[in-house]
């Protein structure tokens, strides 16, 4: 879950260029990973809800990464989004904005966009832990928006324990029972104390015969 808050909001008759939407929003999704030997697949699916009445858009995210050459990666993702609740305003009304506002890009101040991307990228693995990436992605299609091109840099962290364990540290010869799960004790018997049982317990027999 994501918010954020525009320092410069987009007035409706501005000149200056937009450079983002310029309203508050929030994102909310689930990413997915499923990890293999040497391949991982990973997925986003959430929501991008905005404010001043643009509409809210459904986001999605499907891409592959591949290792090679020990350290290094190489990936590919198709990534967009699509409007599932129409603007509150009128087309009309948002190209006013966009007209003008100098220099702006037909991507802010949107009305009902739809948008596909594709993405690529290569990486280097410091650790297990940590790596970077640097990609590149371009438009494929899109509907009242504008065609673009973005460079992308990322750093990304993993705390130890989060990722997929390896098949060989759950088939290693020596197995411990999960901390979870019932496990016996060795039985503790003092001598001493069974001797004064049984002779306990034939006191008790006598004094019943005796009391018949």
Not at 14 to 42: C, H, I
Not at 43 to 68: C, D, I, K, T
Not at 196 to 205: C, F, G, P, V, W
């Amino acid at each position: 879950i994501e918010a954020s808050y525009p320092t410069d909001e987009t007035k409706r008759l501005q000149t200056n260029p937009l450079s983002s939407d310029g309203v508050p929003y929030v994102n909310a999704g689930v990413w997915m990973f499923k990890p293999y030997r040497y391949f991982r697949f990973e997925g986003y699916l959430g929501m991008h809800v905005p404010g001043e009445q643009l509409a809210s858009r459904f986001v999605y995210n499907l891409g592959a990464e591949v290792a090679m050459f020990g350290a290094f990666t190489a990936g590919a993702a198709i990534q967009g989004y699509e409007s599932v609740i129409a603007d509150g305003t009128s087309h009309a009304e948002r190209k006013l904005t966009q007209t003008s506002a100098d220099a702006t890009s037909m991507r802010f101040w949107a009305y009902n966009p739809a948008l596909l991307e594709a993405k690529g990228w290569i990486g280097l693995r410091f650790d297990k832990s940590f790596g970077v990436r640097l990609g590149y992605s371009k438009t494929l299609n899109g509907v009242r928006n504008a065609e673009g091109q973005s460079v992308l840099l990322a750093l990304y962290y993993n705390t130890p324990g989060t990722g997929a364990r390896r098949r060989s540290d759950q088939t290693g010869p020596v197995r411990t029972a999960p901390r979870d799960r019932f496990e016996t004790e060795p039985e503790k018997t003092d001598p001493e104390l069974f001797e004064q049982q049984k002779q306990d317990s034939s006191l008790d027999s006598t004094e019943r015969l005796f009391d018949r």
